[in-house]
């Protein structure tokens, strides 16, 4: 009698995963409500310290109160000086920082593709550099004939330092494999620049624009409580000569809000120009592992 046989099984594949579902893209409101509470929370604070005239270490009891403040912001968005003010600071602010974005970009990039331009241009402006823009309003008012200019002058010089070093630490830290291919596929030297190099340098440039733009606010509202003749700096200034304190909060919360503006726009416009880049979003929770079939046989 012959042995009883079960035909064999072939051995069964490992089940495939199924593709993972498209994750939900979140909503930003839960973020955007958390921005606008912390805003708030910060602003009943300061009413709850000035109001209640609180003198610990510092000092609130002559702070004005948020609900003054607010108060005197309303009333001067109803004035022609309040909006001339704010004009004002804007054309210099745009003036001096587009001349800055334009001249520093071509410097930083000569500076960095050319031995020559790198030695005839970097030891005088590397003397430069560390000179404060606002220490240069006396050799402003020397050298311009209008304090408009001046200012303007300040403002471009505020913005350009940071915006070569940026870029010409941008463009040597390009790979030369890019450019060579360029050239392998018969590219010339102004190929090279706009489609490698400007390019490829464009997240570090965007970087030095940022950083531009803030230093560029500090600058020019400086330049205008010394030397301007209107402009939010020098409303802010005369405010606090007269003791008007609701009136120098006013400006400073000009100041924020039209800084805090000009920066969102070069982010946004940067973010713009760089959308072939790869985003790295904030960290996500894992997705649930799928779970293994059972095999045959097995318990």
Not at 80 to 106: C, E, K, M
Not at 150 to 168: M, Q
Not at 186 to 210: D, N, T, Y
């Amino acid at each position: 009698m012959s042995p009883s046989t079960t035909p064999l099984r072939p051995p069964s594949s490992p089940a495939r995963p199924a593709p993972a579902a498209p994750r939900p893209r979140r909503r930003p409101w839960p973020r955007y409500a958390l921005r606008a509470g912390s805003l708030l929370a910060a602003l009943g604070l300061w009413q709850l310290l000035t109001s209640r005239d609180i003198n610990l270490w510092l000092r609130f009891a002559q702070f004005p109160t948020a609900t003054e403040v607010a108060r005197e912001f309303s009333d001067r968005l109803g004035t022609d000086a309040y909006w001339q003010d704010l004009t004002d600071s804007l054309t210099r602010i745009l003036t001096g920082f587009a001349l800055a974005a334009a001249l520093g970009v071509a410097v930083g990039t000569a500076i960095a593709r050319s031995r020559l331009v790198s030695d005839l241009l970097s030891p005088v402006l590397e003397v430069l550099r560390p000179i404060p823009a606002i220490a240069l309003v006396p050799v402003a008012i020397l050298m311009f004939p209008s304090n408009e200019q001046g200012i303007v002058f300040i403002t471009f010089t505020a913005a350009f330092f940071p915006v070569l070093v940026s870029t010409r630490h941008a463009v040597r830290a390009l790979s030369p494999v890019w450019e060579e291919a360029v050239l392998t596929m018969g590219g010339g030297r102004w190929r090279v620049l706009g489609s490698v190099v400007l390019p490829g340098a464009l997240p570090g440039i965007l970087g030095g624009l940022s950083v531009g733009i803030g230093v560029s606010w500090i600058c020019v509202i400086s330049a205008e409580m010394i030397s301007g003749a209107y402009g939010v700096g020098y409303r802010t200034w005369q405010d606090y000569t007269i003791v008007d304190y609701p009136g120098v909060f006013v400006g400073m919360t000009t100041i924020g809000l039209l800084g805090w503006l000009t920066s969102t726009a070069v982010e946004l416009a940067g973010r713009r120009l760089t959308r072939w880049l790869p985003r790295t979003g904030a960290a996500e929770p894992a997705a649930p592992r799928p779970r293994r079939r059972k095999e045959a046989g097995t318990p």
